[in-house]
């Protein structure tokens, strides 16, 4: 028996196999668009933040992954980090840690001087 390319897209998995994480009933959509907010959110960071470098970097490449691949399971081998329910999971957390980075504004100079020898340890 043959099986065509339309009929294998229809074979859905019935479980993610992780405890409280369904199965998405249309993943691929779901997380280009997560990826593309976080790229819209990560736009009105600092350009000279290591946080915003890091992070739209790692979100391009992945979004470049998902955009180029329609099969589910090719996108998970290729970003090698979990099923795309995890995949979503990971992308939704950015997207709320980018608006807690805009509040605590990690790149701003601190209020305080550090104290002098504050990061040198005794050494034996």
Request: charged fraction near 25%; glycine fraction near 4%; charge should be neutral.
């Amino acid at each position: 028996m043959f099986f065509t390319r339309p009929l294998l897209q229809t074979a859905k998995k019935a479980t993610t196999g992780l405890t409280g994480i369904p199965v998405h009933p249309n993943p691929r959509p779901h997380l280009i668009q997560t990826y593309s907010k976080t790229l819209e959110a990560l736009s009105r960071l600092p350009t000279h933040a290591v946080y915003r470098q890091a992070t739209e970097s790692l979100t391009q490449q992945r979004l470049s992954v998902v955009q180029g691949n329609e099969d589910v399971t090719k996108i998970e081998s290729l970003i090698n980090n979990g099923q795309i329910e995890e995949l979503i999971i990971q992308a939704e957390d950015e997207l709320k840690l980018i608006a807690k980075m805009e509040e605590w504004k990690p790149w701003e100079q601190l209020e305080v001087p550090i104290p002098k020898g504050q990061w040198q340890y005794k050494s034996e």
